[in-house]
């Protein structure tokens, strides 16, 4: 399962080349009446159909309770699996095996602890085989606060600067697609609203479309121009909020009328399913 | 400052060894023990000096069969342990043969690879390699094994080879177990080497011991063993030095990489 990479998946590779590095601006994202049953028809469903559209350099938050198949939606976009359902498109790419033009962000940084930070965010290059990134990722280091750390090991480093690290990795084949899934939730709460700034602001510069995924209301509303609500198992769709706070924002933009209403109002969808009881 | 704890961190070993060997030396000496029986240190000492272009040539065999053995052991088990990770099917065809071939009793079978190889460095070597592929494969397969899922997802999602897996996350997780595997195959190798030599060789330090003995020159014997011990706790410090070069990161070689930072 480790070695499940056919000949079928290089030319997958070498032929998104060029339709990569043009995609600078991010891409739109499509999920089409996607469902994933696991084990079979009588099996378990991981998510109900589901049908979004994430349009190109728009960021958009998934906010769900545990169990709400974000990491079966993270295997499906990233083309690891196949929806049962449905289809995803990556711009006009329809997803379709491993190797999608995304940039994935984990809960864990999963750095890796024998190589350098710059060796670290190099590390999608030499997988993809593309040459002459030395100077994007160090101009993501800048941006993302550590560049004095480029030749450090990452034992080195607080969590918050290794997330950081995560995301500049994500970010260096200017991917069509962020997708951090839960990546600030095993950080203190004053890192997290740091990173949380830090994320929005990259949004601005990088105008990569961004997926978030997140247990977190505040942190839902506050990174993103559109919060989807999920119900748990199987997931599905409850709600769709556009949120109007103006670019850059700063973290005082929480404590506004207009933020706690949105905030009200995805606490209720999750009161209704029972999800939580207030 | 370095240097001053350093010799304080010395003394007592440095002690307690000089007074063992004066021990030595006053029973031997005091009893007036007969030297076929047990030589003094210092007849040791003096034998070794006597003798030392001789010892080092046999050492220098000795040392040529390990080694050999040990390369191959290394390459083989790197290799059959790549295989047995990286697929169940060779997992499940390889691994009985390895378990029954490290269950015989090697020292016994011994004579069987002076037939099969004749007498001399080949047959030494062969079982150099029986007396340490073990833990090498073993080592590695748990290595390459305990790669963290995680990684290999994210690697995947990036569109990584199975070669580009196994080259980028899963060998380099491995490293540390697979020196722990060579660490534990340099200590066997001398003693593999040596035992081959008690029955296939007429060349060697275990040629040389067995001689010794059967000549009741003793104080033989013992600078023999002594040269070989030496010759094994450099061997030892070697595999550590090159384990230290490799693995900077790993946890269990940081602390020492942090008080060289904090003293240089």
């Not at chain 1, 209301?217 to 769709?237: H, K, N, Q, T, Y």
């Not at chain 2, 004066?22 to 006597?50: H, M, N, R, S, Y």
Request: contains cysteine.
């Amino acid at each position: 399962m480790l070695f499940a990479c056919s000949r079928h998946d290089n030319d997958f590779i070498r032929g998104s080349e060029g339709f990569r590095l043009m995609a600078a601006a991010g891409e739109s994202i499509v999920l089409d009446g996607v469902e994933k049953t696991y084990g079979g028809a009588n099996g378990v469903r991981a998510i109900a159909p589901l049908s979004a559209e994430l349009r190109a350099g728009e960021a958009v938050s998934i906010v769900g309770p545990s169990g709400c198949g974000k990491s079966t939606l993270l295997r499906l976009i990233a083309g690891l699996d196949a929806p049962s359902r449905g289809t995803i498109r990556i711009g006009t790419t329809p997803v379709s095996g491993p190797v999608p033009d995304i940039g994935i962000v984990f809960q864990r940084d999963l750095l890796l602890e024998w190589r350098s930070v710059l060796g670290n965010v190099l590390l999608p290059a030499e997988i993809k085989r593309l040459a002459g990134l030395e100077t994007r990722a160090s101009e993501l280091l800048q941006e993302l606060d550590v560049a004095g750390f480029a030749k450090s090991y990452p034992w080195q480093l607080s969590g918050g600067m290794r997330q950081r690290v995560a995301i500049a990795r994500a970010l260096l084949t200017r991917p069509a697609l962020l997708f951090l899934d839960e990546p600030f939730s095993a950080l203190d709460a004053l890192t997290r609203d740091q990173m949380n700034v830090l994320l929005q602001r990259l949004q601005t510069t990088q105008h990569v479309t961004t997926l978030l995924i997140t247990h977190s209301i505040s942190e839902a509303i506050f990174c993103a121009d559109r919060v989807l609500v999920m119900s748990g198992r199987p997931g599905a769709l409850l709600d769709d909020i556009r949120v109007p706070f103006e670019r850059p924002r700063r973290l005082a933009v929480r404590e506004t009328p207009e933020f706690t209403a949105i905030g009200r109002r995805i606490r209720e969808h999750f009161e209704k399913a029972g999800v939580l009881v207030g | 400052m370095r240097a001053r704890a350093l010799a304080a961190g010395m003394l007592w070993p440095l002690l307690s060894g000089a007074f063992g060997l004066a021990l030595w030396q006053g029973l031997v000496k005091l009893f007036e023990v007969p030297v076929f029986l047990l030589p003094a240190p210092t007849d040791v000492i003096e034998t070794i000096v006597d003798k030392w272009p001789y010892l080092l040539s046999q050492l220098a065999i000795t040392v040529m069969a390990a080694g050999l053995g040990l390369v191959m052991s290394v390459v083989l088990g790197l290799a059959a342990g790549a295989a047995i990770a990286g697929s169940r099917f060779v997992d499940r065809i390889l691994t009985p043969w390895l378990v029954v071939a490290h269950a015989i009793p090697k020292v016994v079978i011994a004579p069987l690879f002076l037939v099969w190889f004749g007498f001399g460095l080949q047959s030494e070597m062969f079982f150099v390699v029986a007396f340490t592929f073990f833990p090498v494969i073993v080592n590695t397969v748990t290595g390459l094994k305990s790669a963290d899922p995680e990684q290999l997802l994210m690697v995947r999602a990036m569109g990584a080879t199975r070669l580009q897996v196994l080259h980028k996350i899963q060998f380099p997780s491995a490293l540390a177990s697979i020196c722990a595997g060579i660490k534990l195959a340099v200590t066997l190798a001398p003693v593999g080497a040596v035992i081959g030599e008690f029955v296939a060789s007429n060349a060697g330090l275990g040629h040389l011991l067995i001689r010794a003995v059967g000549d009741t020159d003793t104080s033989l014997a013992f600078a023999a063993v002594t040269v070989f011990s030496i010759f094994g706790v450099l061997l030892w410090r070697a595999a550590e030095w090159v384990e230290r070069l490799v693995l900077p990161w790993h946890p269990s070689q940081r602390e020492t990489l942090m008080l060289r930072d904090a003293t240089t």
